[in-house]
């Protein structure tokens, strides 16, 4: 279940399940949703993540980019070990902030 | 997260406690001394450099990577602890734990002096010619102009030293990994278990943005240094050859060419910059012809570059001693018997293998069996045992264990019924002993079926041992 947090131009979203082809769309239209709103500085938030695959990671980086658009910036928070090593391996690290906290 | 930060400060202040009293004592013994005691200190600072990158204290992780380059020198006898050396890492550690006391603010604190100094002392172990590639930048400008890596020359002339391949490959993480019904995660582990990943980048322009439908491509490049030759890397990749470049020594001169990619200054150039002839391409090999004429044309610039290797990078010890000073890391069976020929293709077996990231990981079995490569004579032929763990830790064990067995001059069955677990490296080196045992008319078998982790690796590896020189079976 998502958990999404807006407060003013902050939001912080918690998909709570793995980043994958099979939820991709419906996570896609949560993002746009916030950022209709105004949103510019958005959280991702990744507990409880596990896997990430590389329709997962597309929508990352489409999710960054559209967010840059706007002015804005793309956090990502909560990361499992794994997934944090994985963005750092493949540089993503210098695109966006990746943090497991 | 709160326990993770805790035990990463407790670990870190128990680790930094005894750097003093063991850096001075490494001074005091200098050169040749006690070995155990660096690779201590290195590990220290090996492991908080993994924590703070864990952690986001990037400044912690960048200090501590500094300190770890310079102890990786003292450990290979690159630099000579003495107390200048010596004092320049104290004050390092000092400051170390000043930013782990701070750690909430370290990001924002200063270490420039630190990592200036000790960029200094790596320097000064260079060959004159070379300390320009510490801080010079070679641009690759990738044929799709989508996007370009940056690497330090030094970064790039240590991993070909190693007797590595450097390639460039052009991933599409939908085309090459999600459709084959992988994870990115496996296929960083992979790279990453297979040789060293020198940089990479995500052409994340191409992948559009949440407008539309979502991209069906994410061009993800690798610049990766392999022991694989390029037959081998072909099948090892798992990507169309039209995406896999081999990138040549910036000083080879090829013909420009607008589909591949291109190694050379960064951005303006300087009056002097000693790159503005680096045009380090290469045309991907369509068949086998093309690949070996390439291989020859790498082959024999790398001799050239060979022979002012520095030779401390050679394996040292035991067979490769034989081969002399002229191109150590580029020798071949054929040199090394004293029949050299000029094609040069059998390249790989006496090149330096890359070290292991932790020397000291290897298991104390692998350490006994290095003693004595179990060879016994079985009629007309030899018979050579490979047991155990065949992976990259053991490589040059493995290889001279090969070599021994070739250089008896009677065929040669190999009994590697008792490998436990392989990995790349374990291909290569079957791939090579079979190429110089026809390049010396020698037989080379199989005394025993692979073991399945062999032929599991094989699999995954979709590599096709029909279609590369490899031991017969029995």
């Known amino acids: 279940?998502?958990?999404?947090?807006?407060?003013?131009?902050?939001?912080?979203?918690?998909?709570?399940?793995?980043?994958?082809?099979?939820?991709?769309?419906?996570?896609?239209?949560?993002?746009?949703?916030?950022?209709?709103?105004?949103?510019?500085?958005?959280?991702?938030?990744?507990?409880?993540?596990?896997?990430?695959?590389?329709?997962?990671?597309?929508?990352?980086?489409?999710?960054?980019?559209?967010?840059?658009?706007?002015g804005g910036r793309l956090r990502i928070t909560g990361a499992s070990p794994d997934i944090l090593k994985l963005m750092q391996t493949m540089r993503l690290d210098q695109h966006f902030e990746v943090k497991s906290a | 997260m709160d326990e993770i930060l805790a035990a990463f400060l407790e670990d870190t202040r128990e680790h930094l406690a005894d750097i003093e009293t063991d850096l001075l004592d490494i001074e005091e013994l200098g050169d040749g001394g006690d070995?155990?005691?660096?690779?201590?200190?290195?590990?220290?600072?090996?492991?908080?450099?993994?924590?703070?990158?864990?952690?986001?204290?990037?400044?912690?992780?960048?200090?501590?990577?500094?300190?770890?380059?310079?102890?990786?020198?003292?450990?290979?006898?690159?630099?000579?602890?003495?107390?200048?050396?010596?004092?320049?890492?104290?004050?390092?550690?000092?400051?170390?734990?000043?930013?782990?006391?701070n750690h909430a603010e370290s990001n924002e604190m200063d270490i420039s002096e630190h990592t200036q100094t000790l960029t200094a002392l790596l320097t000064d172990t260079l060959p004159e010619e070379e300390r320009a590639g510490v801080t010079t930048k070679l641009c690759l400008n990738l044929p799709s102009g989508g996007s370009v890596l940056n690497i330090l020359e030094h970064d790039l002339r240590k991993a070909r030293k190693n007797g590595n391949y450097i390639y460039l490959v052009e991933y599409d993480l939908i085309h090459d990994v999600h459709r084959k019904g992988k994870t990115p995660i496996e296929l960083m582990q992979f790279l990453e278990k297979s040789g060293l990943i020198i940089d990479c980048g995500m052409d994340i322009g191409a992948v559009g943005d949440l407008s539309g439908e979502l991209s069906a491509r994410i061009p993800?490049?690798?610049?990766?240094?392999?022991?694989?030759?390029?037959?081998?890397?072909?099948?090892?990749?798992?990507?169309?050859?039209?995406?896999?470049?081999?990138?040549?020594?910036?000083?080879?001169?090829?013909?420009?060419?607008?589909?591949?990619?291109?190694?050379?200054?960064?951005?303006?150039?300087?009056?002097?910059?000693?790159?503005?002839?680096?045009?380090?391409?290469?045309?991907?090999?369509?068949?086998?012809?093309?690949?070996?004429?390439?291989?020859?044309?790498?082959?024999?610039?790398?001799?050239?570059?060979?022979?002012?290797?520095?030779?401390?990078?050679?394996?040292?010890?035991?067979?490769?001693?034989?081969?002399?000073?002229?191109?150590e890391t580029d020798t071949n069976f054929e040199a090394m018997s004293g029949e050299s020929q000029d094609s040069g293709f059998v390249l790989d077996m006496d090149a330096p293998l890359p070290e292991a990231e932790e020397a000291d990981a290897l298991p104390p079995e692998a350490a006994q069996a290095a003693d004595a490569p179990p060879l016994r004579t079985d009629g007309d032929a030899t018979v050579l045992t490979l047991s155990g763990e065949a992976t990259i830790a053991r490589a040059a064990e493995l290889k001279n264990a090969l070599l021994q067995g070739l250089n008896t001059g009677s065929s040669l069955a190999l009994d590697v019924a008792g490998i436990t677990a392989a990995d790349v490296t374990f291909l290569q080196l079957l791939h090579a002993a079979a190429k110089s045992a026809k390049a010396r008319s020698i037989g080379l078998t199989l005394a025993t079926p692979l073991p399945a982790p062999v032929l599991e690796l094989i699999a995954r590896a979709g590599l096709d041992t029909n279609q590369v020189d490899w031991p017969a079976s029995a």
């Not at chain 2, 910059?273 to 690949?291: F, G, I, S, V």
């Not at chain 2, 022979?307 to 002399?324: H, L």
Request: aromatic content about 4%; some cysteine; proline content about 4%.
């Open chain 2, 35 to 101: 070995s155990e005691l660096v690779n201590k200190v290195f590990r220290t600072a090996h492991s908080i450099k993994g924590s703070a990158g864990f952690l986001g204290m990037d400044t912690i992780r960048d200090l501590s990577h500094k300190i770890e380059s310079v102890l990786d020198a003292i450990r290979s006898g690159e630099m000579q602890p003495d107390p200048e050396v010596i004092n320049i890492v104290l004050r390092a550690f000092d400051r170390l734990a000043e930013l782990v006391d």
């Open chain 2, 220 to 327: 993800f490049h690798v610049l990766y240094a392999s022991i694989l030759e390029p037959e081998l890397a072909k099948a090892i990749f798992q990507v169309d050859n039209r995406y896999i470049h081999e990138i040549l020594d910036e000083h080879t001169q090829q013909a420009e060419s607008t589909t591949t990619p291109t190694l050379g200054a960064c951005a303006p150039k300087e009056a002097d910059a000693m790159h503005e002839d680096a045009t380090a391409t290469q045309a991907p090999p369509n068949d086998l012809d093309d690949l070996e004429a390439a291989f020859d044309a790498a082959w024999s610039q790398a001799g050239a570059v060979g022979a002012n290797a520095d030779a401390s990078q050679a394996i040292t010890g035991g067979m490769t001693k034989q081969t002399g000073p002229a191109c």
């Open chain 1, 1 to 70: 279940m998502t958990e999404i947090v807006t407060n003013g131009a902050a939001a912080t979203i918690a998909p709570g399940k793995d980043i994958v082809a099979s939820m991709v769309e419906e996570l896609k239209a949560e993002v746009l949703a916030v950022l209709d709103e105004g949103v510019t500085e958005l959280t991702l938030n990744l507990k409880g993540v596990v896997m990430v695959d590389s329709i997962g990671l597309g929508l990352l980086i489409a999710i960054h980019n559209s967010v840059g658009k706007h």
